[in-house]
């Protein structure tokens, strides 16, 4: 079964502190992608990257930055953490771009 | 991308088939229609994908119509965990580096 891990399902931090999130997958994708999800407003794409050590803004980059050292993970950098940064984070990896697959998600929690 | 125009929400009895309409009027010839499902606290996953032709695989089936301008998702016999939102996507079949975009979906709710 292809996978894609992440390395928290819900995480509590606060106001200015540095949060990593990991998004780990199997299934030896050049695609990566980290989107976050509020009511209301649908699945908003962060960053993406295409190969290791490349990386793309999305929609809504500010407050974010990533990393991908190896191609099978990506990690999204919180640098201040906020409390408008609260919400869901979604990991999606592919190959082809023709199927997407999503990780269980972070629920972040920033007081 | 092409917009693509969904209900916000519908309703469904047990066992039912569920029809999911999209409009994408604007769609271009290269482009796909993909259906992706949320269900609750989880990630996305992909469903089906066409180009022009139905589709059918063992989730669903996936109707285009001749001008390409909506398309439905059809859940032959919904159960109760079918319940999710589902999104349509239209965008061209591959695109280095590029990524879905979500719109916010039908939220189906099927009930017993």
């Known amino acids: 079964d292809v996978k894609v891990t992440q390395s928290s399902r819900y995480l509590v931090k606060r106001t200015g502190e540095k949060v990593f999130l990991e998004c780990v997958q199997d299934m030896d994708h050049e695609n990566m992608f980290w989107y976050r999800q509020d009511p209301g407003l649908g699945l908003r794409l962060i960053y993406f990257s295409y190969d290791v050590k490349m990386k793309e803004k999305g929609d809504i980059p500010e407050g974010y930055s990533v990393s991908r050292e190896k191609k099978e993970r990506f990690s999204l950098i919180l640098e201040s953490a906020s409390t408008n940064q609260t919400s869901m984070y979604l990991c999606?990896?592919?190959?082809?771009?023709?199927?997407?697959?999503f990780g269980p998600g972070t629920r972040l929690t920033v007081l | 991308d092409a917009k693509t125009t969904q209900p916000p929400s519908m309703d469904c009895a047990e066992g039912r088939a569920a029809n999911l309409p999209c409009n994408h009027s604007?769609?271009?010839?290269?482009?796909?229609v993909y259906w992706y499902r949320q269900i609750h606290s989880q990630g996305p996953q992909y469903i089906i994908h066409g180009l022009k032709n139905n589709e059918t695989n063992e989730m669903a089936s996936l109707i285009i119509t001749e001008d390409r301008k909506s398309s439905t998702l059809i859940l032959p016999h919904a159960t109760l965990r079918d319940t999710a939102v589902y999104y349509c996507?239209?965008?061209?079949?591959?695109?280095?580096?590029?990524?879905?975009?979500f719109g916010k979906g039908t939220t189906l709710s099927v009930s017993s």
């Open positions: 996507i239209v965008r061209v079949g591959y695109q280095a580096g590029t990524a879905l975009i």
């Open positions: 604007t769609i271009s010839g290269n482009e796909y």
């Open positions: 999606a990896s592919t190959s082809q771009g023709i199927e997407q697959f």
